[in-house]
């Protein structure tokens, strides 16, 4: 064994005193007892899978000055996320295979946690031979950060046909272009005004006529859960439409698509996604710099940090009893895992050793200078967290009390999928 940490871990949907063997990066062994090895005993620290992010926007490349994959899988490690999904509107967008392959030279050897990358879908796109490189598939129904838009319901249908026949996912940004207003604005309750969750249930509904497996990024109004609850696609909700609304302070810092919304949209999603209705958890880290989000509120481009905070905030709800356990697990790692295919997301033997270590006495306020984007702000200042004291990578400790430790020695995990 190379290494055998031990503590309070969960493993088969419960918190037990266990044993977990690791050799070449899988865990080999879940025992009471495992002789040999290194020994790291943790008392009566929690061990969990690490997290899988399924909903990222790294800017590498060509947008470095807001975020670069090195400052961003920092981040995601000390949030205790293991496994980040990119999403492809960088620059150039990750359209096509050479897009794709530039991408990946841009970013090797930068990672400090696994990655997979989406494809982007436009008209035409070239599905079936991105699909070797790629976890899944993004399209946008509405127009966001990134020039990605796919309004027509033909091309929606085409790039379904095409998904389905790769057996990979779908994830779709639903907000219905049409029922978007391009109007001037200077405040939260006027972005949410030109994008009304209308514009979300549309988008969802128009989607449940597609043949392909559907994955609905961070649905964020009460009505858009409604629409959902009929259709077998699958859900990831984002932290800041849980936790903040359009009545926010924070102006165009928070603007964000889908936008902020009430008070009961923000109460309804943090209920569905406690009582376990929602699937995922994704953050949709979006950096923009400090200077852009300064500019007037109709210039600043929309969209909000959160990779390193998501986990931790959640962790805080979990420690305070309002966020059990098993849901989260589930949400934050089981389900993304099993969703986009990956060996990882469970303490199981044969699984990657992704893992993170938490002591939920360890809450404390969310400071900025703490954190480890290149943005250099985020929308959740002073909310409590728990950061996991250590993350282990495939059996690799990469991070301790909130510190890069080791190598960066993050994976594609498609790469890795084939050998
Ligand atoms: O607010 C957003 N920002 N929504 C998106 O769909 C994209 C994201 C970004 O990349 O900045
Ligand atoms: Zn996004």
Known sequence: MDLVVEGRAYVRGKLGRWAIGIEDGRIAEISRTIRGGERMDLGDLIILPGAIDPHVHFRDPGMTDKEDFSTGTLAAACGGVTTVLDMPNTLPPSVSTDKLAEKKEAISRKAWVDYG???????????????????????????????????????????????????????????????????????????????????????????????CPINVCHVSSAEGLQALESLSFTTEVTAHHMLLDRDSEGGAYLKVNPPLRTKEDRLALFQAFVSGRIDMLGSDHAPHTIEEKEQEFDVAPSGVPGVETTVPMMLAFMKRGTLPMEVLVSAMAEKPASRFNLNKGRLEVGRDADLMVVDPR?????????????????????????????????????????????????RDVVAAERS
């Not at 309004?151 to 929606?156: K, P």
């Not at 604005?185 to 972005?191: E, I, T, Y």
């Open 362 to 410: 360890a809450a404390a306020p969310i400071k900025v200078n703490y954190l480890h984007s290149k943005c250099g702000w985020t929308p959740f200042e002073g909310r409590e967290a728990i950061f996991p004291r250590m993350v282990f990578v495939r059996g690799e400790l990469v991070v301790e009390d909130g510190e890069p430790v080791g190598e960066r020695a993050g």
């Open 117 to 211: 990358l989406f494809g982007g879908c436009i008209p035409g796109a070239r599905v079936e031979q991105m699909a070797p490189m790629v976890v899944g598939f993004k399209v946008f129904m509405g127009s966001s950060t990134g020039r990605l838009l796919v309004a027509e319901d033909r091309d929606l249908a085409g790039i379904a046909a095409r998904v389905k026949r790769t057996g990979k996912v779908l994830s779709v940004h639903a907000e219905d272009e049409g029922m978007i207003r391009h109007e001037t604005g200077k405040a939260l309750a006027d972005h949410l005004r030109n994008r009304p969750a209308a514009a979300e249930v549309s988008a969802i509904r128009r989607l449940s006529s597609l043949d």
